[in-house]
């Protein structure tokens, strides 16, 4: 639980489960489940496609409160999609901080190794 370790990233993951709105040009709105977020983007789980290379908005809440930012679909395996943030200067502070404070949450879960 907590940060995962699995891949070499520049900003650590966090599991984030809330729902998530997505606007799309080419398939309007749609609604999803988040996985996880970084400093960076945020993964969920769609049931309906969203084209790669496009850029959306996204409207979900984190602990602090709500968020709309405009992301990239970066990439895509079954129903899962990986979105980077594309225009974080407005929501970045917004997104470190929740991500900063679910660091400390999640680490509280994790067995305490000796």
């Given at each position: 639980m907590g940060v995962y370790p699995v891949e070499n990233r520049s900003h650590p993951r966090?599991?984030?489960g809330v729902d998530i709105w997505i606007n799309s040009r080419t398939c309007g709105r749609l609604k999803g489940r988040t996985i996880d977020i970084s400093e960076s983007g945020i993964a969920a789980i769609l049931t309906l496609e969203a084209p790669l290379g496009e850029i959306l908005e996204l409207?979900?809440?984190l602990p602090s409160g709500p968020?709309?930012?405009l992301a990239m679909v970066r990439q895509r395996?079954?129903?899962r999609y990986g979105f980077?943030?594309?225009d974080t200067d407005s929501m970045h502070e917004i997104i470190r901080r929740a991500c900063r404070d679910l660091a400390i949450d999640q680490s509280l879960f994790l067995?305490?190794?000796q």
């Open positions: 966090f599991k984030l409207d979900f809440t968020v709309m930012i395996n079954a129903f980077e943030f594309v067995p305490d190794i």
